[in-house]
Nanobody, 124 residues
Framework: QVQLVETGGGSVQAGDSLRLSCAAS????????MGWFRQAPGKEREFVAV???????YYADSVKGRFTISRDNAKNTVYLQINSLKSDDTAVYYC??????????????????WGQGTQVTVSS
């Protein structure tokens, strides 16, 4: 009942910035926790950041201080601002929506809806 579409990825140089967007449709996601995950080639999907319905946020240690997650409920959209991009940030970035009422929303299993992903490639 929720469809998510990520945009904003691309090929950039190390140190550059990107802003990823995740547009939701089907229903409002105002009551959902919204997360960003990423998956590099040959690696498992890993947690990046999450923003809850009350705008509280949590970040993976690897991105803390460089990534900022935000949401615009009027636009039914979630954003991921990425600054100071590193080669290790190269991955397909996915947004996801969760109605799981748990404190820890870093596990992928906590999310019921997923987007198709957007590729971020960082060259050094």
């Amino acid at each position: 009942q929720v469809q998510l579409v990520e945009t904003g990825g691309g090929s950039v140089q190390a140190g550059d910035s990107l802003r990823l967007s995740c547009a939701a449709s089907g229903r409002t996601v105002v009551g959902y926790a919204m997360g960003w995950f990423r998956q590099a080639p040959g690696k498992e999907r890993e947690f990046v950041a999450v923003i809850n319905w009350n705008t509280s946020t949590y970040y993976a240690d690897s991105v803390k201080g460089r990534f900022t997650i935000s949401r615009d409920n009027a636009k039914n959209t979630v954003y991921l601002q990425i600054n100071s991009l590193k080669s290790d940030d190269t991955a397909v970035y996915y947004c996801a929506a969760s109605l799981s009422y748990v404190r820890d929303l870093s596990p992928s299993r906590s999310y019921q809806y997923w987007g198709q992903g957007t590729q971020v490639t960082v060259s050094s």
